[in-house]
Each structure stands twice: as C-alpha cells, then as structure tokens.
T-cell receptor, first 110, second 113 residues
Framework: DAKTTQPNSMESNEEEPVHLPCNHS???????IHWYRQLPSQGPEYVIH???SNVNNRMASLAIAEDRKSSTLILHRATLRDAAVYYC???????????FGKGTRLSVIA | DVKVTQSSRYLVKRTGEKVFLECVQD?????MFWYRQDPGLGLRLIYF???????EKGDIPEGYSVSREKKERFSLILESASTNQTSMYLC????????????FGPGTRLTVL
C-alpha cells in the first residue's frame, strides 16, 4: 500500500485558516488523494479528494503539489466543530478499500 | 440523505458467545466494508465485499466471518467472542470506482466480558 505521513497533532485558533500537510512521496500516477475526518464518537466522513489539480468544495480546499508528492488540506475558517482527526489516504487503482493511517488530530481553540 | 446504519451503538457480550453485527445501507452500493478501531492502532480493515455473496479478507480477518446475502446488508460474525475483540466496529459502503467516497455508519462499541 502507498503510504502517507502526517503530523500527529495540530492546533488552530477559531476562525483562522488551517493548513493540514500530508507527504506521499511514493505516490503513483493513478493514485487519488483522499481526505477524511473523524469527529469524536462518530464514524469517519469524506472531506475531499483529488488527482492532480487543486480542488474546492463546501467543506475545504485541497492543494496538490506539482510533483504530487505532497498535498495540503485547507480549512478556510476553523470552527470548534472542525476539531477532529484528519486522515490523508492514497486510493490505489480499482476498488481497493481505504487504508487509514494515524491521521492528524486537530484541536481548535476558542 | 444517504445512510449506513448499524444495528446497535453499544453491545455487551460474554466470552464464547456468538455475536452478530449488522450493517445496512440504503444507497444501492456494491461495496461494503467492516473495520475495527482501537486506541493507538487506528482503523483496521477486517473484511470487505464487492458484491452479494462475495467476500475478501482484509488485514485482520482472524476470529471473524462475514455474510452478504443481500446487496444492502453486510453482517460481521464473531464465532466465539473473546476479550481481545472488545473494540469499536465501523461499517462502510461505497459505489465502485477509485474516486468514490466511502460512507461510514456510526459504529458499534462492543465490549466482551
């Protein structure tokens, strides 16, 4: 399985932008980059995904490096509700299941 | 609103009991998955299924079996529960395709005494 590296934890002030980094130096050309998050006492939920180009949706933005060896999940204005564990996952070809690493625990301070 | 439901949020069983964890999705998804989550170990894949009556082993299938008789339902079976199977169990489903998201249920916290 392709691997990702994320910081164990990060902290942000409420209403400030948050940049969550992910390194994936062994990514292959067909791997999609997925981000999920898990709020306390809930199952993981999808945040965003991309292949080569930067992506935006209502929850976040995904910035992908030109060489695709790293990516950054951007929360434009963190709220207390964004406190969660964020997982960066490479999705390999076909129907392979998601493989979760340890993720980054984001704390948001009021 | 898309939904993955799990039969119980909390379950307490005794060592040696046969345990059934049920998962139902209403999105007509082909793929369904069972994970367990433990502190410090993260989410680990137990079994998954690409279609009715099909199953594939994940990373930690020992001590578990699964059943998928209908497309919408995927059951995880602990043939003889043991204390080391105390965990949070999460079910998920998805359509076919590399870019498609997985939808997760709320989880079942199983305690084996």
């Amino acid at each position: 399985d392709a691997k990702t590296t994320q910081p164990n934890s990060m902290e942000s002030n409420e209403e400030e932008p948050v940049h969550l980094p992910c390194n994936h130096s062994t990514i292959s050309g067909t791997d999609y980059i997925h981000w999920y998050r898990q709020l306390p006492s809930q199952g993981p939920e999808y945040v965003i995904h991309g292949l080569t180009s930067n992506v935006n949706n209502r929850m976040a933005s995904l910035a992908i490096a030109e060489d695709r060896k790293s990516s950054t999940l951007i929360l434009h204005r963190a709220t207390l509700r964004d406190a969660a564990v964020y997982y960066c996952i490479l999705r390999e070809s076909g129907n392979t299941p998601l493989v979760f690493g340890k993720g980054t625990r984001l704390s948001v301070i009021a | 609103d898309v939904k993955v439901t799990q039969s119980s949020r909390y379950l307490v069983k005794r060592t040696g009991e046969k345990v059934f964890l049920e998962c139902v999705q209403d999105m007509d998804h082909e793929n369904m998955f069972w994970y367990r989550q433990d502190p410090g170990l993260g989410l680990r894949l137990i079994y998954f299924s690409y279609d009715v009556k099909m199953k594939e082993k994940g990373d930690i299938p020992e001590g578990y079996s699964v059943s998928r008789e209908k497309k919408e339902r995927f059951s995880l079976i602990l043939e003889s529960a043991s204390t080391n199977q105390t965990s949070m169990y999460l079910c998920a489903s998805s359509t076919t395709g590399q870019s498609n998201e997985q939808f997760f249920g709320p989880g079942t916290r199983l305690t084996v005494l």
